[in-house]
């Protein structure tokens, strides 16, 4: 499965609240990230979902990474605009994300656009509200429709 990051995990034009950042974070002027991200990505995690970001921002891979390390969260891989380009030229497809591309089956969004796309494209989405203080059980749920998908 892969997050958006801007307004789905990074608050950017929203505000919702975030986890606590240590000293370390702050000086480092690491983003902040969505509260509960650390609980719900371990948890994930543990329950043998592989965790991708992928962010039509042109944040560097170097720089997600050491974000989510400094929060302690793991993250199997980061997609950027750039990845998204060069992965797409070969599939010649005009979404502004196409998880499939990817190999993901399930993509986490703010942009109900998105969820159109994967209506059209026939890729799964969960759309997220940033104003969602549930946003974790919505996650859940749509991962539960998921794995016993209603044809
Ligand atoms: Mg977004």
Sequence with gaps: ????????????????????????????GIEKI????????????????????YTTSFR???????????????????????HHNQQLREHKNRTSKYPPAFGISIHIDDLPGVGMEGEQYNFRTIILDPEDINWIETVVLGLGKQMYPSV
């Design 34 to 53: 969505r509260k509960g991200t650390i609980t719900l990505f371990k948890k994930l995690r543990q329950q043998g979902h592989t965790i991708y970001i």
């Design 60 to 82: 560097s891979s170097f720089k997600m990474l050491l974000t989510f390390r400094l929060y302690g969260i793991p993250v199997d891989r980061f997609i950027n605009q750039t």
């Design 1 to 28: 499965m892969s997050f958006d990051l801007d307004d789905t995990i990074i608050p950017s034009s929203k505000i919702f609240p975030t986890e606590e950042q240590n000293w370390l974070l702050k000086i480092l």
